[in-house]
């Protein structure tokens, strides 16, 4: 058992973020155990890239309508409302939970962060959790683990499931591409789980457990699910042995030292926002969603064509599909719809399948759609050309490979890429067979290649620009969040239109310069 978890310790010691605990402690801390002032002023700056998010962007990032949610118990302002010390640390006493959550000037810059700097954030987030959280819930309901462990997906990812950091990180709970595949989650050209709700929920309750027994702390296994469990180890020696995250603080990496006052800090605004003026934002994602499995290759479009439902709600619901595609031909494959719609898949399932098949699948996949080829996964070599902004971390996240790889393939000594750079990559396309001749006929342009999911009408325009003709259902935000470094302004501007309105058939100019 000690080799298991020397060995758990080891192999998870790089690239993940917090977690939470299950032990009693006092509420209120002597003020010795409190980080010094200077400590205090010094983590403010230090936040997580989710407090950093774009609030217009991720509204549109939806392409669903928002509107403000009013009744008698919510009075939306833009004013904050600020409360003695004494009310918050018994508002948070208050909270049904089993994480302790104690009270402090960390934990209170925390809460001002929320409620004052970041109140657009708070109102999607808390629209979000509509959603999400009965999700999240029946998971670690599942588990046995601690209800308000939901939280750590706001500190996280600020409930955004296609979150992508700097770093490589992506999903709901911002799993790094190697620690997500050792928690058993798909990751490939096609798919990918870190983007799946419940896949995703499942790998980091997977996640809590081995650390629980490590830590027995629930503080601790937050830390350690931010900088790894080597980082709070030494934080622990560091500390002459302490095992309390207060003691070991000032060890800790800066932005783990915020991770835990910002987790309890998002417990706070979230149970407690109408006191602050802030009210949710309601989105016209159902609540009441089925799921179907799928067992032939199959395009979101097909079926939001079929059967009338809004493509971008389709994407909402299965973000795990980079590219639009369920590879029904691996046999887990799912697709979720609002509950309305099951029943019409099912009654339709072979129009769907057979819809626009060759326009909307390229001919390798209707192929096996007619089961003349194997269904093993198989590496590809593709040509990838490094754009403006992009870097070895999202080039890696976007073929489902690793920096490692890249760096192997096209024996770099460093990560650093320049701008026009040709990459060789072999990427595992999801399940899908495809001969080295037909891959040879079949592959897009690289330049294409490098900034577009699926797309047939797609091509090479001159100047630095790629032509792109508008499909049914697509707006100027989803057909800007498939180009790396373009966004739904850019678009305008290269394309001189005075609104977002765009019609399909309508030829846009995609600056990839």
């Not at 298991?4 to 402690?25: D, I, K, T």
């Not at 950091?165 to 999903?171: D, E, H, I, P």
Request: aromatic share 10%; charged share 20%.
């Amino acid at each position: 058992m000690k080799k298991f978890v020397l060995g758990l310790m080891m192999c998870l010691g790089c690239g993940m973020h917090p977690a939470f605990g299950q032990e009693q402690v006092e509420e209120e801390f002597p003020s010795s155990a409190l980080p010094a002032d200077s400590i205090v002023e010094e983590i403010v700056g230090i936040i997580p890239e989710s407090l950093d998010s774009d609030i217009d962007s991720l509204l549109h990032s939806w392409h669903v309508q928002y509107f403000t949610k009013r009744d008698d118990f919510c009075h939306d302002d833009e004013e904050n409302v600020y409360f003695p010390d004494s009310v918050y640390a018994s508002r948070l006493a208050s909270l049904p939970r089993i994480i302790p959550m104690p009270y402090n000037n960390v934990v209170r810059d925390c809460i001002d962060l929320y409620t004052e700097r970041r109140r657009g954030l708070v109102r999607y987030m808390l629209g979000m959790a509509d959603y999400y959280f009965p999700i999240i819930e029946e998971v670690l309901d599942k588990y046995g683990l601690p209800i308000e462990l939901k939280y750590l997906a706001v500190v996280e990812s600020a409930l955004n499931p296609v979150a992508l950091s700097r770093v490589g990180a992506c999903g709901l709970w911002q799993f790094m591409l190697p620690t997500g595949k050792q928690y058993g989650l798909t990751i490939n050209s096609l798919v990918d789980d870190r983007r799946d709700p419940v896949k995703a929920t499942e790998a980091a309750c997977a996640y809590f457990k081995d650390m629980y027994a490590i830590y027995k702390d629930w503080s601790l296994v937050m830390a350690s699910y931010n900088c790894g469990p080597g980082n709070v180890n030494k934080a622990i020696k560091r500390s002459g042995g302490k095992t309390n995250f207060w003691d070991i603080f000032p060890y800790l990496p800066k932005e783990t030292r915020s991770y835990v006052p910002l987790f309890i800090a998002a417990n706070y605004v979230m149970n407690y926002y109408c006191d602050h003026n802030l009210c949710p934002l309601e989105t016209n994602l159902p609540m009441a969603t089925d799921t179907i499995h799928v067992n032939r290759m199959l395009h979101l479009q097909q079926v939001s064509e079929v059967l009338h439902v809004d493509l971008e709600q389709l994407r909402a619901l299965n973000p795990q599909y980079k590219r639009d595609i369920v590879p029904g031909n691996t046999g887990d494959a799912v697709l979720k719809l609002p509950a309305g719609d099951t029943y019409a898949f099912v009654d339709k399932e072979d129009s769907i399948y057979q819809y626009r098949i060759e326009e909307l699948l390229p001919s390798y996949l209707v192929t096996i759609n007619g089961g003349s080829t194997s269904g093993a996964a198989t590496r590809e070599q593709i040509t990838h050309i490094v754009l403006k902004n992009e870097n070895i971390y999202t080039i890696a996240n976007r073929y489902g490979v690793t920096p490692q790889e890249i760096k192997k393939w096209n024996r770099l000594s460093s990560n650093r890429l320049a701008r026009g750079k040709r990459l060789k990559l072999y990427v595992d396309n999801g399940g899908v067979y495809l001969s080295a001749k037909n891959a040879q006929q079949k592959q897009q342009p690289a330049a294409a290649a490098s900034v577009t999911a699926s797309s047939q009408s797609d091509k090479k325009a001159k100047d630095g620009y790629i032509a792109h003709k508008v499909r049914s259902g697509e707006s100027l935000y989803s057909i800007a969040s498939k180009y790396p470094g373009v966004s739904a302004q850019t678009l305008k501007r290269a394309n001189n239109l005075s609104d977002t309105k765009i019609i399909p058939g309508q030829v846009l100019k995609i600056p990839v310069g």
